[in-house]
């Protein structure tokens, strides 16, 4: 290989600044030479023309004496004597009119109070002065005078340590200007990289122009790359938001229909967390056909809209809600982690009245049933009994509210008391870890979900079983420590990465997350391995709290997701530096997948955009391994769910923990 050529793929890291200072370095060594070499040369060149015309004035001079003083040769001999002892001459030599020297003195030891190598580099000679001797008795005929050339040196040698004594000062002045102004051109230099890697992370964010006119060029073309890609992905994001409206909202009301509520209501009675308990209402508008001839069509359509966004702000006051329209009269309210039926009653009359007492051209019949639900209830069973209360409901009156009975179910505790003793004395004891696979495409593990268990009455009960009360006793903080402590010892024991679910009443405490961060510091190993997943709701109610999540476990290395995505998918792009890792798409948006052609470029489009923010995104509620195949193929990298059993198991240690 060509000496200085570099292979395929390799380059030489050379620093910009480096070679700022190398240039400059450069520079002022060039300088430095040049000037002292300059300075020098002409010095010494005028130290040996002086030294010639002092050489030639004083061998004129002695000649002249010579010849003037008709002095005996005892006397010429003791005059160059005394000239040579009086000066600081090298050689004096008096010649005959044949050339013989007739008188010679010489210094053979000069001294020099300079350097040796200083000599050597400035080497000045000084010519010899020459005289003709007037003899009238021809006894002499030349006279030479060489001056010693050592008394030279030194003034050279002060005035070229002066020379380099300002220099080096200038210098210093040079350097400091030099060390501004690469200071001038590296912050916006390091800012430029560090947008570069943002950009790189799915963080568009811009950064301020600097002064210089080069730099702000490439930081104006990063900032309008970082925008032109923020807007990209948010048209894109809304796009996708706007298929998802179309595939599950209603077009009248604005809330879910009647597929996507029935499809929500279905996963939610499968789930094993807190949402499993909770409230299910059905509010009816009766004599639908008299009010649409009444009032006509547009109006009426007004008017439903106005209920189903009613339903909509009692689910989000109480709740996180979510409305359905089940068909052109009949809305439904589901209303996971409560079932305290007569304050969601109370929120649903309300704003029934209100709507009521704001139509004034028909009279308004708005019937209403509630029940509560649980953990294996099946949907038909539920809403047969809320139909039969809303048809007594209906023949009572205009706004008669009912709520159904529902199915006997085991009740644990009778009281508040009893409960609180009971679900302190089962955190003392500490948790049991459910755990659920979660595969990526290669039918490997990407973490285990971790649901907890509580150990009451002597055996482990799910978390629909005691979260309501963990959210009516404010526990919350007390379980998700027991639970991330569990979790992380898990991890150390066996290295398998584990995620489990974080409440926002516990984010927003203050002495949970102090407690939470202690705990991951003395884990750090551990916490590399630990995903964390939020309620959607988040993004919406507690967007601060998130942020401040994010920034704490960023420290950790954890992954943070939010989970059960679906209505608020918009909000993940519209966010910067969250430190969002993964998201899991709620089954509401999974199931049926096959059936519709809309559903698959709807979940075509968000594995696209989480990719583009450096997302993955996971579907829950995977039903079978021919859905985890189709979802595998419009670009999503994990899945979760009953179906994915049949795919390649990750490990032997991860059955064995599970």
């Not at 450069?26 to 020098?40: D, H, K, N, P, R």
């Not at 040579?84 to 003195?105: E, K």
């Not at 210089?212 to 900032?223: D, G, Q, T």
């Not at 002495?511 to 003395?522: E, I, K, P, S, Y």
């Amino acid at each position: 290989m060509a000496a200085g050529r570099q292979p395929h793929g390799e380059y030489i890291d050379v620093s910009l600044i480096k070679q700022l200072w190398l240039t400059i370095a450069l520079v002022l060594l060039l300088a430095f030479s040049g000037t002292l070499y300059i300075g020098m040369t002409s010095f010494r060149l005028q130290l040996e023309q002086q030294a010639e015309l002092r050489n030639r004035l004083n061998a004129e001079a002695v000649a002249l004496a010579i010849s003037q003083g008709n002095m005996t040769p005892d006397n010429v001999a003791q005059l160059l004597a005394t000239q040579f002892d009086s000066g600081h001459y090298r050689r004096i030599a008096l010649h005959d009119t044949q050339g013989n020297v007739v008188a010679l003195h010489e210094d053979s030891k000069p001294s020099i109070e300079v350097p040796r190598w200083f000599v050597n580099l400035a080497n000045i000679e000084a010519p010899a002065g020459h005289a003709t001797v007037n003899d009238p008795l021809n006894r002499y005929s030349t006279l030479t005078l060489e001056s010693q050339p050592g008394i030279a040196y030194r003034p050279l040698w002060l005035a070229t340590l002066k020379l380099a004594g300002w220099f080096g000062m200038l210098c210093i002045v040079g350097l400091f200007l030099a060390a501004w102004v690469a200071r001038s051109i590296r912050r916006p230099l390091r800012r430029l990289v560090k947008q570069a890697h943002e950009i790189g992370n799915r963080q568009f964010i811009t950064t301020p122009e600097p002064r210089l006119r080069e730099v702000r060029k490439v930081v104006n073309a990063m900032n309008h790359l970082s925008e032109s890609l923020a807007e990209m992905l948010g048209r894109e994001s809304e796009r996708i938001d706007l298929l998802r409206k179309r595939l599950q909202h209603d077009s009248v009301s604005g809330v879910l229909n009647r597929k996507a509520f029935m499809s929500h209501l279905h996963n939610t009675l499968r789930r094993s967390d807190h949402r499993a308990t909770g409230t299910l209402a059905l509010v009816r508008l009766s004599r639908l056909g008299k009010i649409n001839a009444s009032l006509g069509q547009a109006e009426t359509d007004r008017l439903l809209h106005e209920l189903g966004q009613s339903l909509v702000q009692v689910g989000t006051l109480v709740g996180e809600g979510v409305a359905g329209r089940l068909n052109g009269s009949d809305f439904a309210l589901l209303i996971p982690s409560s079932s305290d039926t007569k304050l969601i009653g109370e929120e649903i009359i309300q704003r029934l009245t209100t709507l009521e007492q704001a139509q004034q051209e028909a009279t308004l019949t708005l019937p209403s049933a509630l029940i509560t639900y649980a953990q294996g209830d099946q949907p038909s069973a539920l809403l047969a009994s809320l139909d039969g209360a809303l048809a007594n409901a209906e023949n009572s009156g205009h706004l008669v509210q009912l709520v159904a009975k529902g199915a006997q179910r085991l009740t644990l505790f009778n009281s508040h008391a009893e409960w609180r003793q009971a679900l302190s004395q089962a955190l003392d004891g500490g948790v049991y870890l459910g755990r659920y696979p979660v595969l990526d495409t290669q039918g490997q593990l990407l973490h285990l979900e971790c649901p907890a268990r509580l150990r009451l009455k002597g055996e482990w009960r799910p978390a629909d079983i005691f979260m309501p009360w963990i959210s009516r006793l404010g526990f919350e903080p007390l379980l998700d420590l027991a639970v991330a402590r569990e979790t992380l010892r898990e991890i150390n024991r066996h290295g398998m990465p584990l995620g489990i679910n974080l409440s926002p009443a516990s984010l927003r405490e203050g002495r949970f997350m102090l407690d939470f961060r202690n705990l991951l510091q003395g884990n750090r190993e551990a916490a590399r391995q630990l995903w964390i997943e939020v309620p959607e709701a988040m993004l919406t109610h507690d967007l601060e709290t998130l942020h401040s999540l994010g920034r704490e476990l960023q420290l950790f290395g954890c992954r943070l997701g939010v989970e059960h995505v679906g209505r608020e998918f918009r909000r993940i792009t519209d966010l910067e530096g969250l430190g969002l890792s993964y998201i899991k798409i709620d089954a509401t948006l999974v199931e049926g997948l096959h059936e519709s052609l809309d559903q698959q470029t709807l979940l075509r489009g968000i594995a696209t955009l989480c990719h583009s923010i450096g997302m993955i995104a996971i579907a829950e509620g995977v039903a079978s391994l021919k859905e985890a195949e189709m979802i595998f193929k419009l670009g999503i990298k994990g899945v979760t769910g009953p179906g994915i059993r049949q795919l390649n198991r990750p490990s032997s240690q991860a059955r064995s923990i599970e």
